[in-house]
């Protein structure tokens, strides 16, 4: 069965830190796709990066990053520079190509960045 | 350009009460998700539709619960009759796929439903 672990339920930083949010997942498929979704504090779901089983080049948008690590089993998320308006939860999530279930949440991690 | 549409926003009625929430997904999406967010369980995924038709239920907690898509732009959760445990904010989501898994889903504000 497929599962995410999101093992840091809080973060604070103090502004223009670097943070890593951590994603460990589980999953029997070779073929998957892994997800991260931020929800700032007006409660939304806002689609960030997508990444499927097969490519692991890591990801840079502006001060975001990803790093893929199949030996590991992970996908975690880096901002660089953090800023006041990145403080919301983020969550990552997982869809296998095979499985009925079509995205399985971690439980989020919230991400205070304090001015 | 629209987004997934979810009303109402918020939501307080006294247990026992029916409830309904509604959804317009985006224009042209075949894929349709209700999820629930709590505290406790985080985000669970109750039903899913394609091209209309329900194709995994088994998140619906229990049979208080039920789902519609009467047509490809407009769906319905209903409670009934709702308990207090039923508390959380519920999402709405669409995608233009036959599959999430291999395209973004795009969600609703969602709808904050409380039950006293």
């Known amino acids: 069965a497929q599962k995410v672990t999101q093992a840091q339920t809080e973060i604070s930083v103090v502004e223009k830190e670097d943070v890593t949010l951590d994603c460990v997942y589980e999953?029997?498929?070779?073929?998957?796709?892994l997800f991260w979704y931020k929800q700032p504090p007006s409660g939304e779901l806002v689609f960030l990066i997508r990444r499927n089983s097969f490519d692991e080049q890591n990801e840079i948008s502006g001060r975001y990053s990803w790093n893929f690590q199949k030996s590991t089993s992970s996908f975690n998320f880096t901002i660089t520079a953090s800023q006041v308006v990145d403080s919301a939860v983020y969550f990552c999530?997982?869809?296998?190509?095979?499985?009925?279930?079509?995205?399985?949440f971690g439980k989020g991690t919230r991400l205070s960045v304090i001015a | 350009d629209a987004g997934v549409i979810q009303s109402p926003r918020h939501e307080v009625t006294e247990m026992g009460q029916e409830v309904t929430l509604r959804c317009k997904p985006i224009?042209?999406?075949?894929?349709l998700f209700w999820y629930r967010q709590t505290m406790m369980r985080g985000l669970e995924l109750l039903i899913y539709f394609n091209n209309n038709v329900p194709i995994d239920d088994s998140g619906m907690p229990e049979d208080r619960f039920s789902a519609k898509m009467p047509n490809a732009s407009f769906s319905t959760l209903k409670i009934q009759p709702s308990e207090p445990r039923d508390s959380a904010v519920y999402f709405c989501?669409?995608?233009?796929?036959?599959?999430?898994?291999?395209?973004?889903?795009?969600f609703g504000q969602g709808t904050r439903l409380t039950v006293v």
């Open positions: 999530a997982l869809s296998e190509a095979s499985g009925n279930t079509p995205l399985v």
């Open positions: 989501a669409s995608s233009p796929t036959g599959s999430i898994r291999n395209t973004e889903a795009f």
């Open positions: 999953t029997r498929d070779t073929t998957y796709y």
């Open positions: 224009s042209g999406h075949n894929s």
